[in-house]
């Protein structure tokens, strides 16, 4: 048991700095709106997690073969990766120039908490990646369920804490960003979900 909680924390502390449109997302989110808006949209990732895994340990094997014979699926996921980054990228983002003023905006943490989940949810390949994780890792778990709950909830855990620093680390730089700034981070996040959709509509042409 204690190997297993000694291999899953640095794997969690590894999959809290994985480049992706989500670890973009966090730190904006955290800058523009806050420590609690941040942990809010990240509560929404690792739930969307927590059903990836149950997902893929259910059905590993065959819902594997089945995403790789529907390569479908990741250009629907990458669409709507790729629509929603225009779409907040074409918004006009109207910010005050007193820095001051923007920090106080009341955050709405269900709708942030929804925003990480489906953002999470739509990118195939985070369902591909805990599928094969599963297949990597469930023999030397020797197939034990408590092995593998014990195994992910410490993973998770240990990415979830992970964050937890990052975004209080990006929330500190919250104080540089100006009016223009942030204008400038939105546009960079936009178009890092545009191109991220794009790579997932090409994987699955």
């Known amino acids: 048991?204690?190997?297993?909680?000694?291999?899953?924390?640095?794997?969690?502390f590894f999959l809290a700095f994985m480049i992706g449109p989500v670890f973009f997302i966090l730190l904006e989110t955290s800058v523009i709106k806050g420590f609690r808006a941040a942990v809010a949209f990240d509560l929404?990732?690792?739930?969307?997690?927590?059903?990836?895994?149950l997902l893929a340990y259910f059905s590993s094997y065959q819902l594997l073969e089945n995403l790789s014979n529907q390569p479908g699926l990741y250009v629907f996921g990458g669409t709507l990766l790729a629509a929603y980054g225009t779409?907040?990228?074409l918004k006009k983002t109207k910010v005050p120039h007193d820095r001051s003023t923007i920090t106080p905006e009341k955050a709405n943490y269900l709708e942030l908490f929804m925003k990480g989940f489906f953002l999470n949810?739509?990118?195939v390949g985070v369902l591909v990646f805990w599928l094969?994780?599963?297949?990597?890792?469930?023999p030397n778990l020797d197939g034990d369920p408590k092995?593998?709950?014990?195994?992910?909830s410490t993973l998770l855990t240990a990415y979830f804490i992970t964050d937890l620093l990052k975004i209080s680390v990006a929330n500190r730089f919250k104080s540089l960003l100006t009016g223009k700034g942030i204008v400038i981070v939105n546009s960079i996040i936009s178009l890092i979900l545009i191109v991220s959709g794009i790579v997932l509509i090409i994987k699955g042409s």
């Open 87 to 89: 779409i907040v990228f």
């Open 44 to 53: 929404g990732v690792v739930f969307s997690d927590i059903l990836f895994i």
């Open 1 to 12: 048991m204690l190997e297993d909680i000694q291999a899953a924390i640095p794997l969690g």
């Open 121 to 123: 949810a739509i990118n």
């Open 132 to 138: 094969g994780l599963i297949i990597v890792i469930g």
């Open 147 to 152: 092995r593998f709950l014990l195994f992910f």
